[in-house]
């Protein structure tokens, strides 16, 4: 199947910045789309920014402008470079995507999650 390992997570101060990347390995047939979500205590897990295989992205109103999403196919590495940061941007970051193997149905694989904390 598919692993993904993220990096990058930390404590870093108001305005500062900080880049996470998710490596995927494994038996990997195909990656579409990859991506990173974001939980806060006592708040849904929500999308902060996705991309495509083609490298569309998308990402939530409350990071434009400041977050960065991108990838390296070649490495299955999908990166957020993340500026501005805000202490509303503390929360557990998990790396998304969607893939599949040989033998397996597509499907949703995810990280074990980094933790991000904006604080003076």
């Known amino acids: 199947q598919v692993q993904l390992v993220e990096s990058g997570g930390g404590l870093v101060q108001p305005g500062g910045s900080l880049r996470l990347s998710c490596a995927a390995s494994?038996?990997?047939?195909?990656?579409?789309?990859m991506g990173w979500y974001r939980q806060a205590p006592g708040k849904e897990r929500e999308l902060v920014a996705s991309?495509?295989?083609?490298?569309?992205?998308d990402y939530a109103d409350s990071v434009k402008g400041r977050f960065t999403i991108s990838r390296d196919n070649a490495k299955n590495t999908v990166y957020l470079q993340m500026n501005s940061l805000k202490p509303e941007d503390t929360a557990v970051y998990y790396c998304?995507?969607?893939?599949?193997?040989?033998?397996?149905?597509?499907?949703?694989?995810w990280g074990q999650g980094t933790q991000v904390t904006v604080s003076s």
């Open positions: 998304n995507a969607y893939a599949w193997s040989p033998g397996w149905s597509p499907r949703d694989y």
């Open positions: 494994g038996t990997i047939s195909g990656i579409s789309n």
């Open positions: 991309s495509t295989s083609i490298g569309s992205t």
